[in-house]
């Protein structure tokens, strides 16, 4: 099957300081989607992407659909402590299901 | 409120036990499936449904049923569980899939 290819693993930083992630794909995408993970919970959805070079916010996150449509990148600006968790890219092939990256684990020292 | 909900949030029974873990949605969505999540691997996709009645195979369906019998409810079948079915177990909603709170599952 398809897959992704997410990038760094983990991460560890200060709070403060800006964080960068992105996933790969060998094939294109008609939707990228963004989750975070906090502890003991479900996957909740961060940010939807739909158009090839589309920059979408919300809050301190900021996403953009790869203008190849082969790739996204999410930035989190100002990291807080409450920023931990896990973090998915999902993508899905024009009518096909989503398929998932494997996370970003990101680590904020106060 | 919009919401996916599963039942029981943990879960630790006995080889070959059967058991159901329920999964069900407000939202009116068509497309519902179920996910296993460990350590290393990410979240795999068991099981999906893209409507009443209409069930498919995901990545790794063996050792799973399912069934859409009603819009609202995906519940997640395990006749005989086995060790390596431990796993946390999430239930998802939508063409954005948005996940249900996760059932940790623990076979002995």
């Known amino acids: 099957g398809q897959q992704l290819n997410q990038s760094p693993q983990s991460m560890f930083i200060q709070e403060g300081e800006d964080v960068s992630m992105n996933c790969t794909s060998s094939?294109?995408?008609?939707?990228w989607l963004w989750y975070k993970q906090d502890p003991g919970e479900g996957p909740v959805l961060l940010i939807a992407l739909y158009k090839a070079g589309e920059l979408t916010s919300n809050g301190r996150l900021t996403a953009q659909f790869g203008i190849t449509r082969k790739d996204s990148f999410l930035n989190i600006s100002a990291s807080i402590p409450s920023d931990v968790g896990i973090y998915f890219c999902?993508?899905?092939?024009?009518?096909?299901?989503?398929?998932f990256g494997k996370g970003t684990k990101l680590t904020v020292n106060p | 409120e919009a919401q996916v909900t599963q039942n029981p949030r943990y879960l630790i029974t006995v080889t070959g036990k059967k058991l159901t873990v329920t999964c069900s949605q407000n939202m009116n969505h068509e497309y519902m499936s179920w996910y296993r999540q460990d350590p290393g691997l990410g979240l795999r996709q068991i099981y999906y449904?893209?409507?009443?009645?209409?069930?498919d195979k995901g990545d790794v369906p063996e050792g799973y049923k399912v069934s859409r019998k009603e819009k609202r409810n995906f519940p997640l079948i395990l006749e005989s569980p086995s060790p390596n079915q431990t796993s946390l177990y999430f239930c998802?909603?939508?063409?954005?899939?948005?996940f249900g709170p996760g059932t940790r599952l623990t076979v002995t």
């Open positions: 999902a993508g899905q092939p024009w009518s096909e299901k989503l398929v």
């Open positions: 449904s893209m409507n009443v009645e209409v069930t």
């Open positions: 094939s294109i995408f008609n939707t």
């Open positions: 998802a909603s939508g063409a954005e899939q948005y």
